[in-house]
């Protein structure tokens, strides 16, 4: 009896190794496959789905974007900009100076099919080109706009995050990257901004040099004074943790005066819509009947 519990135990406790092996040996390969290829697994369909569409509407527009002659100093600019947008492929380029051939085109299209040509064909077609041709330009600056503000709003949070991380025992490189993961799904622009930081650096770009381009490529007055704080705290060995935590302080401090600024000029804008709309409905309201009023006893006199 007792030879077959120890059996027992024995064959119970071989299994169960067996299977934990298993497991950790599943679990590991995950995790290196990850390591190796991150984007392989945490990729789910739709953003699978809008990649591939991506890189098809790419290989439909590169011919047209030869067309469009352009020097090397317009190139550099427009991919400048293209880059504060968060688009930084080369195919993101291709895309744009496509689009500023195809737009014009289609657009002409559908003023000939629509008939709306026959109106004034030089004056509809010559605004079909020009609206077309400055299209992607207008839509690039809204989108820079757009994220230069998510950056600017997502800053003091990143911030509390650095301070929170290099208070913990990290270091500055080490709460960046922390930060970055952090602010995937909040803050997404600031949080590709910084893993770009932090991939430079590992790249071997000096710290100073990886937050310099940071600040030029976001163009954003914060990220500039954060990068020229981080530069100088770098130079002359004070607490990161205090200066992060005053920068942030003050950026706070400075959107609420931001805030109570356009609150303030409220009242100077509000000047034009009394003026032009509610006052004349006013006038109507009051006035309009005693005008009757008066219309009418004029009326007894003479006629």
Known sequence: ?????ITFIALFVLIGSAGLLMFYRDAMRKRLASAVSPNAE??????????????????????FQRVL???????????????????RKDSHLHIFYGAKVLIPVLLCLTATVT?????????????????GFLAPDFWVGRRIKARQLNIRLGIPEALDFMVICIEAGLSLDQAVLRT????????????DELSLVNLEQRA???????WRRLAERTDVDAVN?????????????????????VHSDT????RRQLAEEKAAKTTVKLVFPLVLFIFPAIFVVVLGPAAIVIMESFKKYFS
Do not use: C, W
């Open 1 to 5: 009896m007792g030879l077959a519990v």
């Open 42 to 63: 945490s990729e789910n369909p739709l953003n699978r789905v809008l990649r591939m569409r991506a890189e098809s509407i790419g290989a439909l527009v590169e011919p």
């Open 69 to 87: 002659p352009r020097s090397a100093e317009e190139t550099s600019v427009a991919q400048k900009r293209l880059t504060r947008a968060g688009y």
């Open 115 to 131: 008939g709306l040509y026959q109106t004034s064909p030089f004056v509809v077609y010559a605004l079909a080109l020009g609206l």
């Open 180 to 191: 970055s993961d952090e602010l995937h799904l909040g803050q997404p622009a600031l949080s």
């Open 204 to 210: 071997g770009v000096a710290r100073a040099d990886a």
């Open 225 to 245: 004074a954060l990068a020229g704080l981080i530069i100088q705290v770098d130079q002359f060995g004070t607490s990161i943790a205090k200066a992060l935590r």
């Open 251 to 254: 950026l706070r401090t400075q």
